[in-house]
């Protein structure tokens, strides 16, 4: 403990230092309040922001849902694949030939994964013929050269057209319309 005053400059100097202290004290205060409040301001502004944020990102996934229209399955390939064939189709052609190269450009994939959906997707899709397929079919007009170095599908149309469940797969967009 301390020493009681002796005098009353002695308790003067006391009550000065303790005045002072308190003023020190409440300075602090002061301080930390401003400190806490402009924190608390600047946490509702993050807060805020933060919730801007997500609603911008909520609100971009929207719309990369609908751009991609499932476009990252594998349905959603062939259904890439069929609008790029339909796209390079002339007329009434009964046929396409889709290269891999072709692929690559309507889905977005890498060039080896398009060979493996070249591979793959007649074997799946009645549909979707390898040349040879397509060439002892004999689609008319339609260039079906199973002798070319370049590996290639061919989207038959009429067999597509003739399968409802694949018509309304591959070549209706899920938005409700046709293409």
Not at 25 to 47: G, P, Q, Y
Not at 96 to 110: L, N, P, R, Y
Not at 118 to 127: A, G, K, R, S, Y
Request: no cysteine.
């Amino acid at each position: 403990m301390s020493v009681a005053p002796r005098s009353a400059e002695d308790m003067k100097e006391l009550v000065d230092s303790l005045h002072d202290r308190v003023n020190d004290f409440e300075a602090r205060l002061d301080a930390f309040s401003s400190w806490l409040e402009n924190t608390d301001d600047r946490v509702s502004e993050l807060e805020d922001e933060n919730n801007e944020l997500r609603d911008r990102l909520e609100a971009l996934e929207a719309r990369m849902e609908v751009l991609e229209d499932g476009s990252s399955s594998k349905d959603g390939k062939v259904r890439q694949i069929v609008a790029g064939a339909e796209n390079n189709r002339t007329g009434e052609q009964p046929a396409v030939v889709i290269d891999a190269a072709k692929i690559v450009t309507v889905t977005g994939v890498s060039r080896r994964y398009a060979y493996d959906l070249i591979e793959d997707l007649p074997e799946q899709h009645h549909w979707i013929l390898t040349r040879s397929e397509a060439r002892e079919r004999q689609f008319g007009s339609v260039e079906i050269d199973d002798g070319k170095q370049t590996k290639a599908i061919v989207v038959d149309f009429e067999a597509l057209h003739s399968d409802p469940e694949a018509v309304n797969k591959f070549t209706t967009s899920t938005e409700g319309g046709g293409r």
